[in-house]
């Protein structure tokens, strides 16, 4: 069995800072925060790790490093989702 790719990678994903406070997230030219109270599992990582992020389908990401996936839902409305977002 082999496999072959099927395209070019165009993910238009990636983190365009990270502070103490948490990381930012540009998707398609749309901006997304993730404060490290609702989304723990990116603090104290190493920057290499939280900037290797892929856009598996439209609006999922993953971050391989980390095993760590997040839909833009869960990241614009963590409060929705209090059995993903904020437990540890």
Do not use: C
């Not at 238009?12 to 997304?32: C, F």
Request: zero cysteines; hydrophobic letters at 40%.
């Amino acid at each position: 069995m082999s496999l072959s790719a099927l395209g070019s990678n165009t993910s238009d994903v990636e983190v365009t800072n990270i502070s103490s406070h948490g990381v930012w997230l540009l998707a398609h030219d749309h901006e997304l925060f993730m404060p490290y109270t609702d989304f723990p599992w990116f603090k104290e990582q190493p920057v290499r790790a939280i900037l290797n992020v892929e856009e598996v389908a439209p609006g999922h990401f993953h971050w391989p490093d980390l095993d760590v996936d997040l839909t833009e839902e869960i990241i614009e409305h963590p409060e929705r989702y209090p059995n993903v977002a904020g437990n540890t």
